[in-house]
């Protein structure tokens, strides 16, 4: 291969190259349609034209089909006036307007044939434009849908998918984590005043039991003795005062029977 020749390879390739890539479909599309439209208006002259043709030959076939049968009109004329030369004549002028006419038949039959073909192209024509107009709207829609896929893909592929996937995992374990935390001091410190509750609770019954003590004693009633049994009573001691009469109880008594209401109302 010469040099001439790859050089030429190379510069085609690189034409083609920066053609293909300076295309754009929608612009494209937008302009063969404009082509085939104006190719339309030609084939619409064209066809004009040649009808336009067609009527003239048709005119002239007219004419010359006239012309003959006048000059046979006239050749009959003269032949039955005698006069045989002018008939002769006539016959003879007859004969060439005949003869043009079937040229004339022949070229109107072919331009008749040609308008008719011509017209079913542009009938074609029409068709393949309609076509056209259809799928350019529905390529040029494709093609602005293929762009905004491609750009949506290009903005996609330039965010870090992977970074922001695993920034939201962290993110998770960390919530969890804080929730468990959360949970496990909440539950801690319930146990801290469920203890705090109960030894409240020791320490308060304590009290009672103690201030029922010195009641008992204020009032004279002997401790109960452990282990004893509630129904024996405790024996005085030999120093101890005469038991109180009725009526210096009734008071007491009285005083405590309020008491007990007091404590049943709390």
């Known amino acids: 291969m010469g040099l001439f020749d790859r050089v030429s390879r190379v ?33 619409r002259q064209a066809v004009a034209q040649a ?18 049968s006048e000059w046979y009109r006239r050749a009959q004329l003269a032949l039955q006036k005698g006069d045989e030369n002018l008939a002769r004549e006539a016959l003879s002028r007859k004969q060439t307007f005949t003869e043009t006419a079937n040229s004339l038949k022949t070229q109107l039959d072919q331009s008749t044939a040609q308008v008719a073909t011509l017209k079913r192209n542009m009938l074609a024509l029409e068709s393949k434009i309609s076509e056209a107009k259809t799928k350019k ?38 919530v969890m984590q804080m929730e468990a935390q959360s949970e496990a001091v909440a539950e801690l410190a319930g146990a801290e005043g469920s203890l705090e509750a109960q030894f409240a609770s020791l320490e308060a019954g304590s009290d009672v039991d103690s201030e029922l003590e010195m009641l008992k004693a204020s009032l004279g009633s002997p401790p109960a003795i452990g282990g004893g049994s509630d129904s024996q009573e405790a024996l005085p001691p030999a120093n101890a005062e005469p038991v109180d009469t009725p009526q210096q109880q009734a008071p007491v008594d009285a005083e405590l029977e309020e008491l007990r209401n007091k404590l049943d109302q709390i």
């Open 51 to 68: 009808i336009a043709a067609q009527k003239r030959l048709e005119q002239q076939y007219n004419q010359a089909q006239t012309q003959s």
């Open 137 to 174: 709207d529905m390529l040029k829609a494709r093609a602005k849908s293929a762009k905004a896929t491609e750009q949506l893909n290009k903005a996609l592929g330039s965010v870090d998918m992977t970074g922001n996937v695993a920034a939201f995992e962290r993110m998770e374990e960390k």
């Open 11 to 43: 510069v085609r390739s690189n034409l083609n190259a920066i053609v293909s890539s300076a295309e754009d479909p929608e612009k494209i599309l937008e302009q063969t349609v404009n082509d085939m439209r104006e190719d339309l208006v030609q084939f």
